[in-house]
């Protein structure tokens, strides 16, 4: 399990984290999603050790990160841009991360390496930015720490090799004690892959809920109400986070499960009346503005 306490950091005057207080548990993968600049890369350095806080703590499985080799070795750190040896091969680069990684997989390497279709001998400097990250989680995965903290992972893979990432995760939660941290400006790539994600806005921890509870608690309904005093009285009786009316279709975001929410728009008589999917973006937009922030156009 991993604690972060009261955490702050600044260069010069500008507060790159700002207080923040998470727990990320053991077997999940925690999306930490954020705009350039909110403090993602910061957080992510300070969870491995790399940089020490201002102030605040921050524990792995109860040991202190920072100057802590004991720690330090259940962790491996995939920075948003790798960095290779000059002339580095992936051959000669795994043969680093053996002598580093005590428990690193040179045979599964070797076999990842082969199925994305990558040569052990050939230079890396000549990889495109995609293979490059290729390359970089491979060597992360087979390192076999347990946490793997991985920052702008799936930036520059194309959508296939990104579904390999994300399913190569997956198998190793199955088959490890394996706990992948995953920040990226971007929703989308978190939405099918994480079951927590905390939300970082300038600085600090906006949100940071399990996605399965957030989808459960949570609905998006379309109806259609012709009686508009029947229509208010639901707008009142449900926990409503957002709506909007177009026409006579009206869309409600509200919280609580989908029978206790379609019992009371049945109860209204509608015309027409559904549950629609909600994705992971319109879950956060809602929790934010309900939380008194606007936040639409600084997540994508």
């Known amino acids: 399990m ?3 306490e009261g955490i702050r950091k600044t260069f010069g005057c ?7 207080t998470v727990t990320i548990q053991e077997g999940n993968i925690f999306g930490l999603v954020g705009t350039n600049g909110a403090g993602k890369s910061t957080f992510l350095r300070i969870l491995s050790g790399v940089l ?4 605040g703590t921050v524990t792995i499985d109860e040991l202190p990160v920072f100057e802590n080799e004991k720690a330090k070795a259940k962790i491996c750190f995939l920075s948003d841009t790798a960095y290779f040896f000059p002339g580095a091969t992936p051959k000669t680069m795994a043969h680093y991360y053996g002598i580093v990684y005590p428990e690193f997989d040179k045979k599964r390497f070797d076999e990842l390496l082969n199925k994305f279709g990558m040569e052990q001998d050939a230079k890396i400097n000549t990889f495109s930015k995609g293979m490059k990250k290729q390359v970089s989680v ?3 995965i087979c390192t076999n720490t347990q946490y793997l903290f991985c920052d702008e992972t799936f930036d520059g ?8 990432v994300k399913s ?32 970082l806005h300038q600085g600090g921890i906006l949100l940071s809920r399990d996605l399965e509870d957030m989808k459960f608690h949570i609905q998006k309904i379309q109806c259609v109400i012709q009686n508009p005093v029947l229509e208010e009285e639901l707008l009142r009786e449900l926990d409503v986070m957002q709506h909007e009316k177009r026409g006579s279709l009206l869309t409600i975001i509200a919280r609580g499960t989908k029978e206790e929410i379609m019992e009371r728009v049945e109860s209204k008589y509608p015309v027409f009346g559904e549950v629609l999917p909600l ?12 939380a008194g922030y606007d936040i639409k156009n600084l997540i994508c």
């Open 279 to 290: 994705s992971l973006e319109e879950i956060f937009i809602s929790e934010t503005e309900v």
């Open 138 to 140: 491979l060597l992360g």
């Open 168 to 199: 190569i995760f997956a198998s190793e939660i199955l088959n490890r004690n394996f706990t992948p941290v995953i920040a990226s400006h971007n929703l989308r790539e978190l939405e099918d892959i994480c079951d927590h994600v905390g939300l």
């Open 52 to 55: 020490k806080p201002e102030a």
């Open 14 to 20: 500008r507060k790159a984290i700002n207080n923040i």
């Open 2 to 4: 991993i604690r972060a």
């Open 157 to 164: 893979l194309d959508p296939v090799m990104r579904q390999a």
